[in-house]
Nanobody, 122 residues
Framework: QVQLVESGGGLVQAGGSLRLSCAAS????????MGWFRQAPGKEREFVAA????????DYAASVKGRFTISRDNAKNTVYLQMNNLKPEDTAVYYC???????????????WGQGTQVTVSS
């Protein structure tokens, strides 16, 4: 079992930055792929970024590539999402998720956090 708790969301102006954190409990965190997803009002949940447990494989959605950076600290059981140059269209609830295998599709993830709201004002 892996339990996930996100933090770091908030309100920021366009062009600003936020860093999301996702703290995981469970001894197997270091062997799980971690992903970030987001869901805006009236839209389906979408992939943002994923990082393999080794840190050697990372993927980003095209809409965030070059602006967002995913990283992890296995010693702290934490995964991060650094978000720079935020845009109003980045407004959404952001979720972290864990999977025993590497996926960029949400259907591959077994464990989910409760989400943290990110609001970007124009």
């Amino acid at each position: 079992q892996v339990q996930l708790v996100e933090s770091g969301g908030g309100l920021v102006q366009a062009g600003g930055s936020l860093r999301l954190s996702c703290a995981a409990s469970g001894r197997t965190f270091s062997r799980h792929t971690m992903g970030w997803f987001r869901q805006a009002p009236g839209k389906e949940r979408e992939f943002v970024a994923a990082i393999h447990w080794s840190g050697l494989k990372i993927d980003y959605a095209a809409s965030v590539k070059g602006r967002f950076t995913i990283s992890r600290d296995n010693a702290k059981n934490t995964v991060y999402l650094q978000m720079n140059n935020l845009k109003p269209e980045d407004t959404a609830v952001y979720y972290c998720a864990a999977s025993a295998n590497y996926y960029t599709d949400s259907s591959g993830y077994n464990y989910w956090g409760q989400g943290t709201q990110v609001t970007v004002s124009s």
